[in-house]
């Protein structure tokens, strides 16, 4: 069976359709998946063992320049490169009008959420077999529900598998003891404060392990300076690409993450994290991994799903939903999941905190 997969991004979103290929792949002999993916993700698209094909598009780059005779001659060589195969079965994971419309460049039966489902319902009206799934539960069970709906196979009740190796990422072994730092984000109200992890920086170092940060943009790589700058078992990592990262986590310790596609990554690699939440709710979109634990704000206005923190009280930190989420709380649980301590010995469940 041949299946076109339509789910082009974000990061989180494409490592929340993994395990659904897993289950796809159990259930079904044989099935192969083409995946229609943003290009920035066809990387790790590609590493999954069910994907015969990622086709690259370019999306939020076309929109910026919809006028351009470039972008005009890229939409033509991917209408003529989806036209030219049929398969059994378009199924659009993402639910967008933008994902829905793809469509139209493709052969084959037309299948996606239906219009209460989807995030945008007018993209059920291009699809021929809907679906309905719903929608105030994680991200993975909905992947999953979906799949298991479009591709007529029970509902797997396993653990979600991401079928990740971490070993065939690490290109080199280590014996350095190494904590990794997620401090990226786009929203500055997922952004857990600056002194924050100058503080968990310092008892990472005093129980004797190295830190390693990176960021994506200028202000990230700003601050992970600034945050070296006051402990010296700090590294600052040049901005690191997907696969710099993938090898970075591979031979972790431990992780300690925002709301970020690579905490997302850190969880499908098996590495034990510890995932901060403030404005987003884990219980949607949280990160997911065997050795996974959220730590999420205990505040009145907590999640509020806003970009910036609209809080005007005086507050300690800012954002002010991050008060009970110290660093001393951090550290210890990070013990707790990564077993620090006694490194021979491993957390074998998913641990959910909410105090």
């Given at each position: 069976?041949?299946v076109l997969?339509?789910?082009t991004?974000s ?6 359709t993994l ?7 159990r259930?079904i002999a044989g ?5 229609l993916v943003?290009?920035s993700f066809?990387?790790?698209a ?6 015969r094909?990622?086709?690259?598009v370019?999306?939020r ?8 005779r470039?972008t005009h001659v ?6 003529q490169?989806l036209h ?5 079965l378009?199924l659009d994971?993402q639910?967008?009008l933008?994902?829905?419309l ?6 084959g039966?037309?299948?996606?959420l239906?219009f209460?489902?989807a995030?945008?319902?007018l993209a059920?009206?291009?699809y021929?077999r809907?679906y309905?799934?719903n929608?105030?539960?994680?991200a993975?069970?909905?992947m999953?529900e ?6 007529q ?10 079928n990740?190796?971490r070993a065939?990422f690490?290109t080199?072994?280590t014996?350095e ?6 401090h990226g984000t786009?929203?500055?109200?997922k952004?857990?404060?600056?002194t ?7 008892l ?8 390693k940060?990176?960021?994506g943009?200028?202000a990230?790589?700003e601050r ?13 990592i040049p901005?690191?690409?997907?696969n710099?990262?993938?090898?970075l986590?591979?031979q972790?310790?431990?992780a300690v993450?925002?709301d970020t596609?690579f905490g997302?990554?850190a ?14 709710n884990p219980?949607?979109t949280g990160?997911?991994?065997k050795?996974s634990l959220h730590?999420a ?9 806003n970009?910036e923190?609209h809080?005007r009280?005086?507050?300690?930190v800012t954002?002010?939903c991050?008060t009970?989420?110290?660093?001393e709380?951090?550290w ?13 010995n491993s957390?074998d ?7």
């Open positions: 069976m041949r997969l339509i789910k991004s990061m989180g979103d494409i490592i929340h395990p659904a290929l897993t289950d796809a792949g259930a099935i192969q998946f083409d995946w943003e290009e066809a990387e790790l590609s590493w999954h063992p069910q994907v094909r990622v086709i690259p370019a999306l780059r076309w929109r910026k320049n919809m006028r351009a470039e890229a939409l033509k060589n991917l209408y490169q030219a195969e049929k398969y059994d378009i994971a639910g967008l933008k994902s829905a793809l469509m139209f460049f493709t052969r039966l037309r299948a996606g239906d209460s489902s995030r945008e319902g059920s009206l291009i021929q809907k309905t799934v929608f105030y539960q994680h993975i069970v909905r999953r979906l799949f298991s709906q479009a591709l196979y029970p509902l797997p009740t396993t653990l979600p598998d991401c990740l190796n065939q690490a080199a072994t014996n003891k190494y904590i990794v730092f997620l786009t929203w500055t109200s952004q857990w404060p600056e924050y992890w100058i503080q968990l920086a310092t990472v170092a005093q129980a004797g392990y190295r830190i940060i990176s960021g943009n200028q990230e790589m992970a300076i600034r945050i070296a700058n006051t402990c010296a078992q700090v590294d600052v901005n690191l690409n997907i710099g990262m993938t090898e986590l591979s972790t310790k431990a993450a925002v596609g997302h990554l969880a499908a690699l098996d590495v034990p994290i510890v995932s901060i939440y403030g404005s987003t219980a949607y990160a997911l991994g050795y730590l704000a205990d505040f009145p206005c907590a999640p509020c799903l970009r923190c809080y009280k005086a507050s300690q954002p002010a991050y009970d989420i110290t660093p709380r951090v210890q649980n990070l013990i707790s999941i990564g077993h620090l301590s006694d490194e021979k957390p469940r998913l641990i959910s905190d909410r105090d």
